[in-house]
């Protein structure tokens, strides 16, 4: 059961162009969410997050969008540059219990053509 | 400058062998966790814990164990290895609390299980 999920495995943007990444969530209990980067022969790396109770958080050129009634999420680059070339990986925690296991999605591959 | 190594970069084992995966996180964190990442799949929980001689399941335990005698040690066991467990492996830390969602991963094991 997939409780997180990116229905993207991959993506490709032009460099200087907006990069849209999106992710879905289907338990109701998740109050905060992340993204990380992962680059190859890498571990993962955090990018940005968000609370449930913002729906946008913005740093630089990535911003996080949430939309708690849709029960989605997305993460915007922009512009989009070479060095974003990545996956990303969307993930959901349950803070309010304390609980402090994260839940990942599946991975959206970014390729950024120059 | 927080530091997670892992113990090898690459390692080929046979069926049924008994297989060590070493984690060792240098900022005193409470937490740590195994993943097992896959194509596909995204990151998967194998086993995490909270504090020393502490563990838990995570969301695919079967066939693994871990051992946790030193809070900055985390080693995942496989106790006879199987083609299925062919997989990248990659170990996290954080701090407890309200930054636990903020994970520090390693670079990763490339396991192939022959």
């Known amino acids: 059961d997939q409780q997180v999920k990116q229905n993207s495995p991959s993506l490709s943007v032009q460099e200087g162009r907006i990069s849209i990444l999106n992710c879905d969530y289907t338990?109701?209990?998740?109050?905060?969410f992340l993204w990380y980067k992962k680059y190859p022969a890498e571990g993962p790396t955090f990018l940005i997050s968000?609370?449930?109770?913002?729906d946008k958080n913005e740093d630089g050129r990535f911003t996080v969008f949430l939309n708690k009634s849709a029960k989605h999420l997305s993460l915007h680059i922009v512009p989009s540059q070479p060095g974003d070339s990545a996956v990303y990986f969307c993930?959901?925690?349950?803070?309010?219990?304390?609980?402090?296991?994260?839940?990942f999605g599946t991975g959206t591959r970014l390729t950024i053509i120059p | 400058d927080v530091k997670v190594t892992q113990s090898s970069r690459y390692l080929v084992k046979r069926t049924g062998e008994k297989v060590f995966l070493e984690c060792v996180q240098d900022?005193?964190?409470?937490?740590m966790f195994w993943y097992r990442q896959d194509p596909g799949l995204g990151l998967r929980l194998i086993y995490f814990?909270?504090?020393?001689?502490?563990?838990e399941k995570g969301d695919i335990p079967e066939g693994y164990s871990v051992s946790r005698e030193k809070k900055e040690r985390f080693s995942l066991i496989l106790e006879s290895a199987s083609t299925n467990q062919t997989s990248m492996y990659l170990c996290?830390?954080?701090?407890?609390?309200?930054?636990?969602?903020?994970?520090?991963f390693g670079p990763g094991t490339r396991l192939t299980v022959l």
């Open positions: 996290a830390s954080s701090f407890a609390g309200e930054q636990s969602d903020t994970q520090y």
């Open positions: 338990n109701s209990m998740f109050d905060y």
């Open positions: 968000i609370s449930s109770i913002k």
């Open positions: 993930a959901a925690s349950i803070r309010v219990f304390g609980n402090e296991k994260l839940t």
């Open positions: 900022m005193d964190h409470e937490n």
């Open positions: 814990s909270y504090d020393v001689k502490m563990k």
